[in-house]
């Protein structure tokens, strides 16, 4: 059972469209991070959210912590070629412990 | 070195092998982590060091899975009588002290398969 569940799983746009990946729980999270993964690589952190409603923002990128900290959400505004990967939400539950991983979002932006 | 290094890049096993995969993590982070990260799948917590400390093993799937870091530094997660539901990438992450704004760095994993 997935603690963490991502939608959609894959999501296929033509250059400048906008987009966004959810990721949901019945848990709460003391953070919230988002990585994003190429092929034969490891995850690298984007971004994390921490408190409640918190809302960062990184270049297009917008990231969204739910109120009751156990959803989040990932925008993307004109979305680019380089913007393709696959994107992972990861719950914290306590600080500094291990991070429960959704399945993750397969993003491809076409030219 | 600059970043987590993982070696071999690529692992093929024959089903019944013993396999060791080893993780350099970035010199002096104390916290190492090693997460299995299957087909398709988001990566999925195996343990947990803080130095030479195994603080949390709870995500090892069975006995065969063993890790160790005996310095603080290099780990090597080694798992035997290799099954084919073990093929997967496994990720090794480290951090200096723990920063949440900061996150883990990840190694580019290793890709076990197992025939």
């Known amino acids: 059972t997935q603690l963490l569940e991502q939608s959609p799983q894959f999501l296929s746009i033509q250059e400048g469209e906008n987009l966004t990946v959810y990721c949901n729980s019945s848990?709460?999270?003391?953070?919230l991070q988002w990585y994003r993964q190429e092929p034969g690589e490891g995850p690298v952190l984007l971004v994390t959210?921490?408190?409640?409603?918190e809302v960062k923002k990184l270049k297009r990128l917008t990231f969204q912590f739910g109120d009751a900290r156990k959803d989040s959400s990932l925008h993307i505004t004109a979305a680019q070629p380089g913007d393709t990967g696959l994107y992972l939400c990861?719950?914290?539950?306590?600080?500094?412990?291990?991070?429960?991983f959704g399945a993750g979002t397969i993003l491809r932006v076409k030219s | 070195g600059a970043g987590v290094s993982q070696s071999p890049r690529y692992k093929v096993a024959k089903r019944g092998q013993d396999v060791a995969l080893r993780c350099d993590p970035i010199?002096?982070?104390?916290?190492l982590f090693w997460y299995q990260q299957a087909l398709g799948q988001g990566p999925e917590f195996l343990t947990y060091?803080?130095?030479?400390?195994?603080?949390?093993k709870s995500g090892l799937p069975s006995d065969r899975f063993f890790a160790e870091r005996p310095e603080g530094s290099v780990s090597t997660l080694k798992i035997q009588r290799t099954q084919q539901e073990d093929s997967a990438v496994y990720l090794c992450?480290?951090?200096?002290?723990?920063?949440?704004?900061?996150?883990?760095?990840f190694g580019s994993g290793t890709r076990l398969t197992v025939v």
């Open positions: 959210v921490v408190t409640g409603g």
């Open positions: 060091f803080q130095n030479e400390a195994q603080l949390d």
């Open positions: 990861a719950g914290e539950k306590e600080y500094g412990n291990k991070l429960v």
């Open positions: 848990s709460v999270f003391s953070s």
């Open positions: 010199s002096g982070h104390v916290s």
């Open positions: 992450a480290s951090s200096l002290v723990y920063d949440r704004n900061y996150g883990y760095t």
